[in-house]
């Protein structure tokens, strides 16, 4: 569950989409859910009797970001928990402690369809940060290649509420090898990233991606994270 950041200009990723999409008709691959601190959310939720245990770092000349998270299955649902610590030069650490609610199923063979209710709060005031509520569409024309849509709005405590939107692309270039374009909007602006995930085993993947608002009017964000599945009761 990754928080809110700012913008970036449209037509790299585009470039990157197309060459993805080019790249994707040829590679017969297994393609990989989104997940991870990626904005732009899958519809799909982890099988029963299993954990996604997340962990990256964010950083900007401005700005740095510590996340922390997890989610489980619970019977038709998948619960998620997630700690954050933000900080900003000359300002005190903001923490925030978030709690999702997933659902999600197949419409039919790669198409499906979900939806989430995210609730965060945070040290500072006020302490109820607000919820965000998004339906989620995945469309995947083969294994390799994956299409995310997520629409919904976000209901600030001190602000009005605002709608969110995100769209992304993501396809396998290699067995180990994962490539993602996103782009969304959300209280911050139009928003947009591109980023890599490599396949270090079986249930653990690296996550790398360059970020920024568009129009330059914040600073490009790094993102560095890991990814872990597991069953309940594993080690």
């Not at 939806?115 to 998004?134: D, E, F, I, N, V």
Request: with cysteine; net charge neutral.
């Amino acid at each position: 569950m990754p928080p809110s950041r700012p913008p970036c200009p449209l037509r790299p990723a585009a470039r990157l989409a197309t060459i993805a999409w080019i790249a994707g008709l040829a590679l017969p691959l297994p393609a990989l859910a989104a997940g991870g601190h990626h904005a732009v959310d899958d519809a799909s939720i982890a099988d029963p009797g299993q954990c996604a245990l997340e962990a990256w770092g964010e950083h900007s000349r401005d700005h740095r970001l510590q996340h922390a998270g997890g989610a489980c299955r619970a019977g038709a649902l998948e619960l998620g928990l997630n700690l954050d610590r933000s900080i900003s030069p000359g300002e005190a650490a903001v923490r925030s402690l978030g709690l999702q609610l997933k659902a999600a199923g197949d419409l039919q063979p790669g198409l499906s369809v979900g939806a989430t209710w995210t609730t965060t709060w945070q040290s500072g005031t006020p302490r109820l940060a607000g919820h965000t509520a998004l339906l989620l569409l995945t469309w995947q024309p083969r294994d390799d290649l994956a299409l995310h849509l997520n629409l919904g709005r976000e209901f600030p405590t001190q602000d009005p509420a605002l709608t969110r939107h995100g769209l992304a692309l993501e396809w396998q270039l290699t067995p180990r090898w994962q490539a993602l374009a996103e782009r969304w909007q959300d209280a911050l602006g139009p928003q947009q990233r591109l980023g890599l995930r490599y396949t270090l085993s079986e249930r653990l993947t690296l996550d790398l991606s360059r970020a920024r608002g568009d129009h330059g009017r914040h600073p490009v964000w790094w993102t560095l994270g890991l990814n872990w599945a597991l069953t309940h009761g594993q080690r």
